[in-house]
Structure formats: C-alpha cells, structure tokens
C-alpha cells in the first residue's frame, strides 16, 4: 500500500496570500497518477487536480499542482475567500487507492 | 453533467446487512470504473472498493475485505455495495465516485452502525 503523508496538518493563512500543500509518497507513484481534492464542510469533495498538474473543468487557474515521483505540491495563489478548505491528496497508480490525511487550510 | 446519487444508508447495529446504491447519469457509466469511499465522523476520506467498467475486476481496502460486496448493472447505470457483518467502525458517509481519480462524486449516504 502506498502511504500519502501530508503537510501541514493545518496552514493559517489569510486572503490573498499564497498557500503551498505538500504531499509525500511512500513509494514512486507511477504515471503521475496523483490527484488533489477539495472538501469543505458539509459537502462531497471536489476534484482539483489530475495527473499531479492538470487542472479539473472548471478550476480557477490560481489553482497549481507539481511534483513527480514521490513529492507533489499543491500551490494556490491569492488565497480567495472560498478557497479556505480541507484538501486531499489521493493516488491510483497501485490497486489499493490511497488518500493523504488531508491538510486543513483556515483562515488566519 | 455528472450526477451520482447514493442512497440505502440508514441506522444498523452491529452484524446487521445494508446495500448501498449509487445511481449515475450525464456520463458513459459503462466505460468507467467505479468507487466507493466513506468518511467517518470528523475523519478523512478513505476508498472502499472499486469495480472495473465490465464488472470483471473489483478491488476492497483490507479491512472490508470478506464483509462488503461492490457491484453494478450497467444496464440501470447503478453501482452497489452490499455491506455484510457491519461494526461500528463502519459508520461513515459513503459516497460513489467515477473513476479512479474521483472525477465527480455524489453527495453520500450516512450509515450508522450502533446498538
């Protein structure tokens, strides 16, 4: 099984400001089969990301992702008010999908 | 536009069955693979179990393993999950989800499992 590690457990950051989410493999995720997803409370998550850096339909481009390997980042620029959420990294490259334990984005 | 609607959750106690349905329109729901994935009560997302598009592959996170059953009709465009033997540690929000990478998502169901 393929362990997602991520960090911080929780960013305080205010609007406007840059937000930068870490997620770590614990072994190579082939294809760049890593995603990112959005929850916010009381609601389904969103997917954001595909392939490590290819936004989903309908994602503002503020919204960035990187990485290769074993490291992935999710980077959001200018902080929005409706961006203050919890994300998920998630990976598919091996039979048993795996999430990250999420990172919590709150208001600072 | 996508839409998955889960249904079938409700209050069990323990040892006690549940199927769970997942109706799907806006997509090619026979060409696609399909999840489960649940959320216990202020915890995060965890995958269930998946099936492979032609129903002739599925696989289960370990600890459901023997207890829950993924499947589908691709004729009424549902996926299913049949949940035997539950315990309290099953009580989550299980949605379904297309795909492998959780394109789109319904809005889930609540299942209890207490005594």
């Known amino acids: 099984e393929i362990v997602l590690t991520q960090s911080p457990g929780t960013l305080s950051l205010s609007p406007g400001e840059r937000a930068t989410l870490s997620c770590r493999a614990s072994?190579?995720?082939?294809?760049?089969?890593l995603t990112w997803h959005q929850q916010k409370p009381g609601q389904a998550p969103r997917l954001l990301m595909n392939?490590?850096?290819r936004r989903a339909t309908g994602i503002p481009d503020r919204f960035s992702g990187s990485g290769s390997g074993t490291d992935f980042t999710l980077t959001i620029d200018t902080l929005e008010p409706e961006d203050f959420a919890v994300y998920y990294c998630?990976?598919?490259?091996?039979?048993?999908?795996?999430f990250g334990q999420g990172t919590r984005l709150e208001i600072k | 536009e996508a839409q998955l609607v889960e249904s079938g959750g409700g209050l069990v106690q323990p040892g006690d069955s549940l199927r769970l349905s997942c109706a799907v329109s806006?997509?090619?729901?026979?060409?696609?693979?399909m999840s489960w994935v649940r959320q216990a009560p202020g915890k995060g997302l965890e995958w269930v179990a998946n099936?492979?598009?032609?129903?002739?592959?599925?696989n289960y996170v370990d600890s459901v393993k023997g207890r829950f059953t993924i499947s589908r009709d691709n004729a009424k465009n549902t996926l299913y999950l049949q949940m035997n033997s539950l315990r309290a540690e099953d009580t989550a929000v299980y949605f379904c989800?297309?795909?492998?990478?959780?394109?789109?998502w319904g809005q889930g169901t609540l299942v209890t499992v207490s005594s």
């Open positions: 989800a297309s795909r492998n990478s959780f394109d789109n």
């Open positions: 806006g997509f090619t729901f026979d060409v696609n693979w």
């Open positions: 099936s492979k598009y032609d129903d002739s592959a599925e």
């Open positions: 072994q190579s995720v082939s294809d760049n089969y």
């Open positions: 392939g490590a850096s």
């Open positions: 998630q990976q598919y490259s091996s039979s048993a999908i795996t």
